[in-house]
Every structure is written in structure tokens, then in C-alpha cells.
């Protein structure tokens, strides 16, 4: 096996891994309820395991190669995207702890977190999936391997967030409604 392909499938499985793990400590905890997620934690995690299912077979296509041809370079560039998607991923949900679900919920006592990512973005931890996204396609260095990796999970990902932001406007109230006023959803500043 290619030392390139091996590299990109052990950080990916370690990446799924990792939300998988997610998932069975929301249920552990007694936490992960559905109630409010109309079905958007598997939506989401459907449409990333298919972006990256698809990306690869679509990799072979030679014509959609990046200009230059595939480098090394590039290829590091890829991971180191993707390395950034997952600290920043890892970090928003450090920075809300036990308020951090898998799913759309919130406890009574949660209140809004305006700290470390959160002071520019409100999703930061789906901003931090698109970067492992847009990282490995990158690393693929194919168009389209790049567009239906970041495509396909960025659709289910604005689904989840429409739903979400409507959650925690009912839950959290006018804070909640203040802090979508000053911060952008995915992008700091832009969007």
C-alpha cells in the first residue's frame, strides 16, 4: 500500500473513530436524545461517510487532477488541513464540555458559550468538519474528489444548523438571539 494512502486512512479512521466515539458517550451518559435532532446526527453522519466514500473511487479520475499533477506538498498541505479541522473540532467541543451533544439538545442550567472559538463562530465544531473535509480533498488532489467531499456533508451540515439555531433560540432565549447577531455561523466574518 502507498505510504500516501495509508497515511490519509489511518488519520481518517482515527478521525471517525473519534465521532464514533462521540456517539456512544452521549448514549453512556444518558444523553443524545433525538427528540429535537429530526434525525440530523445521522443525516450529518451519513453524508460524511458518503463524501469520503465517493471522493476516493473519483480520485482515479486523471483529468480532474489538481494543475501540476499530484505532489507531495500538496498532499502534506491536505493533512495538515485536516489536522487543523479536527484540533479546531476538538476544541470547540472542550470549550463546551458537558453541554456538547451529538445531537440537538440542551439542559435546563446551559447557558451561551461565547469563549475560545465561539467568540467568532457559533458552529465552530462544524466549521472543524469542513476543514477535515476540505483537508482531504486537498490531500486527494482532485476536483472532484475535493467538491463531493465538501459538498454532500456541508448540505447536511446547514440542514442541522437551521434546526439547531432554531433549538437554542427557544431554549436559550434573547441570549442566544444576541450572540447570532454578533457572530458569523461557519466562517469568522465572512459567514
Given at each position: ?33 433525538t ?6 446526527r ?5 453524508a ?5 466514500a465517493?471522493?476516493?473511487p ?17 498532499f ?34 446551559q ?14 465544531s ?9 483537508g ?9 474528489s ?7 456533508p ?38
Amino acid at each position: 500500500m502507498d505510504l500516501y494512502v495509508l497515511l490519509i486512512s489511518i488519520l481518517s479512521f482515527v478521525w471517525f473513530s473519534f465521532e464514533i466515539g462521540l456517539m456512544v458517550r452521549d448514549a453512556a451518559q444518558g444523553k443524545g436524545k433525538t427528540t429535537n435532532d429530526k434525525g440530523t446526527r445521522y443525516f450529518n453522519f451519513i453524508a460524511l461517510f458518503a463524501g469520503f466514500a465517493i471522493a476516493g473511487p473519483l480520485n482515479g479520475t486523471a483529468r480532474f487532477f489538481f494543475p501540476g499533477g499530484r505532489t507531495p506538498t500538496v498532499f502534506f498541505i491536505g493533512i495538515a488541513i485536516m489536522l487543523a479541522g479536527i484540533a479546531l473540532r476538538v476544541w470547540a467541543i472542550a470549550v463546551l464540555g458537558n453541554s456538547f451533544r451529538t445531537t440537538i439538545e440542551t439542559d435546563t442550567s446551559q447557558k451561551v458559550i461565547s469563549s475560545g472559538p465561539y467568540r467568532l463562530i457559533r458552529h465552530p465544531s462544524y466549521s472543524g468538519l469542513l476543514l477535515i473535509c476540505c483537508g482531504y480533498g486537498v490531500a486527494l488532489q482532485n476536483w472532484l474528489s475535493l467538491l463531493a467531499v465538501i459538498l454532500i456533508p456541508l448540505a447536511a451540515l446547514l440542514y442541522r444548523i437551521r434546526i439547531e439555531e432554531k433549538v437554542l433560540a427557544v431554549s436559550l432565549g434573547s441570549d442566544y438571539v444576541d450572540y447570532q447577531k454578533r457572530t458569523k455561523k461557519l466562517i469568522p466574518w465572512v459567514w
